[in-house]
Nanobody, 124 residues
């Protein structure tokens, strides 16, 4: 059974940093693409970033490019999202997800497994 468990969310002031983690278990993710999405109240879930589990190819939403970095640590089966220069508009519940493809997919519908989410709140 695949499980994705996020952690690392919290409250931070604008300009600050947070690192989200997503512990993955239940299968080998070698041929998967892993993604981060976020959903703010009253808004649709939106793509943030994705990465091939191996190979390391990445893709970022324009809104986070240059501020966020997605990475994986295979030895720990963990996905990360380093978030720097945070803005109030980054406030949302952040979800990690896994897609059974090596394509850098950005549509939530292409993802097969989801975590429960972690809240990130950025105060101004």
């Amino acid at each position: 059974q695949v499980q994705l468990v996020e952690s690392g969310g919290g409250l931070v002031q604008a300009g600050g940093s947070l690192r989200l983690s997503c512990a993955a278990s239940g299968r080998t993710f070698t041929w998967y693409t892993m993604g981060w999405f976020r959903q703010a109240p009253g808004k649709e879930r939106e793509f943030v970033a994705c990465i091939n589990w191996t190979g390391g190819s990445t893709y970022y939403a324009d809104s986070v490019k240059g501020r966020f970095t997605i990475s994986t640590e295979s030895a720990k089966n963990t996905l990360y999202l380093q978030m720097n220069s945070l803005k109030p508009e980054d406030t949302a519940v952040y979800y990690c997800a896994a897609a059974s493809t090596r394509s850098l997919v950005r549509d939530p519908k292409d993802y097969d497994y989801w975590g429960q989410g972690t809240q990130v709140t950025v105060s101004s």
